[in-house]
């Protein structure tokens, strides 16, 4: 199972982005998809989740009302769009996804619920 995230890059204080993870193969069964962040010398951090067939989606409190989670089912592939970017959103972004129910209640917030991971993608925010 190999998850490619791709979009990040260099954006001025206020404007957006749109980040994208493929899952493949096709054949592969998602349960929940996740995008993290994490800035070098810090833990990683959660930034939004969904189940893949659509529901249950879920935003950290600072990205919440900036950022959007979506799907496409027939790609394969999940979406992060970044609106209203801050300074504070520059993060290596990471998405990941697991194959089973969540763990406990709010584990969809650890990233050890999620199995598989991309390779992360830059995203830098100048002020």
């Known amino acids: 199972v190999q998850l490619q995230a791709s979009g990040g890059g260099l954006v001025q204080a206020g404007g957006s982005l749109r980040l994208s993870c493929n899952a493949s193969?096709?054949?592969?069964?998602?349960?929940?998809m996740a995008w993290f962040r994490q800035v070098p010398g810090l833990e990683r951090e959660y930034v939004a989740s969904?189940?893949?067939?659509?529901?249950?989606?879920d935003y950290s409190a600072s990205v919440k009302g900036r950022f959007t989670i979506s799907r496409d089912n027939a790609m394969n592939t999940a979406y992060l769009q970044m609106n209203s970017l801050k300074p504070e959103d520059t993060a290596v972004y990471y998405c990941?996804?697991?194959?089973?129910?969540?763990?406990?209640?709010?584990?969809?917030?650890?990233?050890?619920?999620?199995?598989?991971w991309g390779q992360g993608t830059l995203v830098t925010v100048s002020s």
């Open positions: 990941a996804a697991d194959r089973h129910a969540p763990r406990y209640s709010g584990s969809i917030r650890s990233s050890f619920e999620y199995d598989y």
């Open positions: 193969p096709r054949s592969f069964d998602t349960y929940t």
């Open positions: 969904m189940r893949w067939s659509g529901g249950n989606i």
